[in-house]
């Protein structure tokens, strides 16, 4: 049987698990964290009205979030999938993986697509664009495998 690995990710996050035998919940091969997506400057990503930060604020339109803490947080993603797709080539050449299937964030896919290798790319069967990371392995499974 061909091995298929699935990807669930964000921006700071990715998950890789294996569906190795029909019928039964993937198994959890790895975890990807992008240890800057959880840093500081991470905060401003994730709250409405930032404690410290510009100076702007979100309800009289002022940019609550610099432009140089928005390009660090898109540049901090971009290098973040482009580690995971490096991650997904070297399983890739080494035979781990017949098939993939990625679930994204809708942003974060995007950034995926182009970072993938191309032969990595010729084995994605499905691509979701939303964020499954929170998801139990069963749960996961029900959604990608269940007709």
């Not at 029909?22 to 500081?40: F, K, N, Q, R, S």
């Not at 098939?99 to 942003?107: E, G, N």
């Amino acid at each position: 049987m061909d091995t298929t690995w699935v990807l669930l990710a964000d921006e700071g996050r990715a998950r890789i698990l294996a569906m190795t035998e029909p019928g039964t919940d993937l198994v959890e091969i790895e975890e990807l964290i992008d240890a800057a997506a959880h840093g500081d400057d991470a905060d401003f990503r994730h709250d409405a009205y930032p404690r410290r930060g510009g100076g702007g604020d979100l309800r009289t339109g002022g940019d609550a979030i610099g432009a140089s803490a928005e390009d660090k947080l898109d540049h901090e993603a971009e290098l973040f999938a482009r580690r995971i797709a490096g991650r997904l080539a070297e399983a890739r050449s080494k035979g781990r993986f017949d098939r993939l299937c990625v679930a994204a964030a809708p942003r974060f896919l995007g950034r995926l697509r182009k970072a993938l290798d191309p032969q990595v790319a010729k084995t994605v069967v499905d691509e979701i664009d939303k964020d499954l990371l929170q998801l139990s392995r069963r749960e996961v499974t029900r959604h990608l495998f269940t007709t």
